[in-house]
């Protein structure tokens, strides 16, 4: 059948307005895959930064009534502090001389009309998975990207989602040359070699489906 639903316009805007690194045909990828698995239970993304990936997965959740858990500390990864190459000036907050990025998610949010279909929990990820219990129907991992995190992410999470549930990993780059790409790639690579397969890549986003009998 053909499937004729598209993201509602003023979601689409206000994702496309977002600070961040989800560009949109990614994003359309994620949206989609929401909306496919939202009726099944909780979306949950690792590393929110000013909410894009948030609106995306939010608005695909919204159409069958569902949510997204939006896990985020909002301190910034390495390499968003003062002084590193993805610094954003807007995002300084004096109190600690780092940056906060809850302010300018919350404001996305609100932005797109999701407050109802986003939940955030400001903390560290690892700290989170030490109490989470509940089955996942989604998963996007998108936090820090240094080696040893991303597999705490993937150790901590990927086991949460149901099986035919799916499981998606940002910045995916075939050949990892920087330090930075090593965690994303190593943790897809995780995942094919557990109970996860292939089910839809777009550019460096990678969704895989965890198997039924998992
Ligand atoms: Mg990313």
């Given at each position: 059948m053909l499937d004729l639903t598209v993201m509602p316009e003023q979601r689409r805007r206000a994702a496309a307005a977002a600070r961040g690194w989800m560009p949109e045909e990614q994003g359309l990828a994620l949206y989609d895959a929401a909306r496919e698995q939202a009726d099944r239970g909780l979306v949950l993304e690792i590393g929110s930064y000013c909410g894009k990936s948030a609106v995306y997965l939010a608005s695909g959740a919204a159409e069958t009534g569902g949510v997204v858990v939006a896990i985020d500390h909002h301190r910034g990864s390495s390499e968003h502090q003062p002084g590193e190459y993805t610094h954003d000036p807007d995002l300084f907050d004096p109190v600690t001389g780092g940056i906060d990025t809850l302010p300018g998610f919350r404001a996305t949010i609100a932005e797109a009309g999701l407050e109802d279909h986003v939940v955030p929990v400001v903390g560290p990820s690892a700290t989170v998975a030490t109490w989470w219990r509940s089955p996942l129907a989604m998963l996007l991992i998108d936090g820090s990207h240094h080696l040893q995190d991303a597999v705490a992410d993937f150790n901590g999470?990927?086991?949460?989602?149901?099986?035919g549930g799916l499981l998606a990993i940002h910045d995916?780059?075939?050949?990892?040359?920087?330090?930075?790409?090593?965690g994303p790639h190593h943790i897809y690579r995780l995942a094919l070699s557990g109970d996860f397969s292939p089910y839809r890549a777009v550019d460096t986003l990678r969704i895989l489906r965890r198997a039924e009998h998992a």
């Amino acid at each position: 059948m053909l499937d004729l639903t598209v993201m509602p316009e003023q979601r689409r805007r206000a994702a496309a307005a977002a600070r961040g690194w989800m560009p949109e045909e990614q994003g359309l990828a994620l949206y989609d895959a929401a909306r496919e698995q939202a009726d099944r239970g909780l979306v949950l993304e690792i590393g929110s930064y000013c909410g894009k990936s948030a609106v995306y997965l939010a608005s695909g959740a919204a159409e069958t009534g569902g949510v997204v858990v939006a896990i985020d500390h909002h301190r910034g990864s390495s390499e968003h502090q003062p002084g590193e190459y993805t610094h954003d000036p807007d995002l300084f907050d004096p109190v600690t001389g780092g940056i906060d990025t809850l302010p300018g998610f919350r404001a996305t949010i609100a932005e797109a009309g999701l407050e109802d279909h986003v939940v955030p929990v400001v903390g560290p990820s690892a700290t989170v998975a030490t109490w989470w219990r509940s089955p996942l129907a989604m998963l996007l991992i998108d936090g820090s990207h240094h080696l040893q995190d991303a597999v705490a992410d993937f150790n901590g999470w990927a086991h949460w989602v149901m099986p035919g549930g799916l499981l998606a990993i940002h910045d995916i780059y075939p050949a990892p040359r920087e330090r930075w790409q090593e965690g994303p790639h190593h943790i897809y690579r995780l995942a094919l070699s557990g109970d996860f397969s292939p089910y839809r890549a777009v550019d460096t986003l990678r969704i895989l489906r965890r198997a039924e009998h998992a």
